[in-house]
């Protein structure tokens, strides 16, 4: 069973407090885009792991394939041969671990179907690996898991992640120093935007306090903004930002331009 694990974007994201435990809650407009990763899954007489791609990753129990395999299986029993093909770049705000978690238990439950909740066990692996397995647009509230499902028109888009991590832990961090909540969402106003076919006016919380102190996101951010794109946005907790193109063949354009200019950075012309 082959399964595609597309990357995020957030078009917009709005923070709560921090609450006792350390959790905030979020708000947020997400959308798989067509940049992906591929997880593979056959049976196997024990859990395996093989790791592919042009992107290094980590395997072993830190890993979201094995974690979310392991999960599934033993409540099961049985193995699993996992392969996974890396090309979602990590520290980059496109949520590829967790799509990646998403599509293996949803690889295993039809290699090995069960009445496991997925839903369940993809809550406890990450805030945002329920949004993957539902395969779509959606508005996620609470820790992630409340899904609004929302239908978009296709969009072309430039995504740029420059030559920078950023730790979202460290993300939530300088967001707690910065005295909390601020700007909210007006999510109804900017899914009419995009239906409209408009550059939309969005707002991620964490763009300022990460852009300030990262200075490849601050680039990044300007780079897309004096390409000829609208709506530059940074993903996630970043470092990967986003802008919105007229048609695929300027989304192209652009994204070969900014590849010259800045040989360190991964850039890519992507839709949703």
Known sequence: MRRRAPAKLNLGLEL?????????????????????????????G?????????????????????????????????GAKLTLEKRIPLGSGLGGGSSDAAAT?????????SQLDLAGLAARLGADVPFFLLGGAAIARGFGEQLQPVSLPQRQVVVVRPDAAVSTAEAYRWWDESGGP?????????????????????????????????PPVAQALSALRGSGLGGALMSGSGSSCFAYAGSRAQAEEVAAQLAERFPRWWVQAAEF
């Open 105 to 113: 238990l949803l690889a295993l439950q039809e290699l090995f179907p």
């Open 16 to 44: 709560g407090e921090r609450l006792p435990g350390g959790l905030h809650r979020i708000a947020t407009l997400m959308v798989p885009i067509s940049l992906a990763d591929w997880v593979e899954v056959e049976p196997a």
């Open 182 to 214: 601020g700007r909210r969402v007006d999510f109804e106003r900017l899914i009419a935007q995009l239906r409209a076919g408009e550059v939309p006016d969005s707002f991620n919380a964490f763009q300022e306090l990460v852009a300030s102190r990262c």
């Open 46 to 78: 024990q859990l395996q792991l093989q790791l592919t791609g042009p992107v290094a990753v980590g395997g072993g129990a830190d890993n979201l394939v094995w974690r979310a395999a392991q999960s599934y299986l033993s409540r099961l029993g049985g």
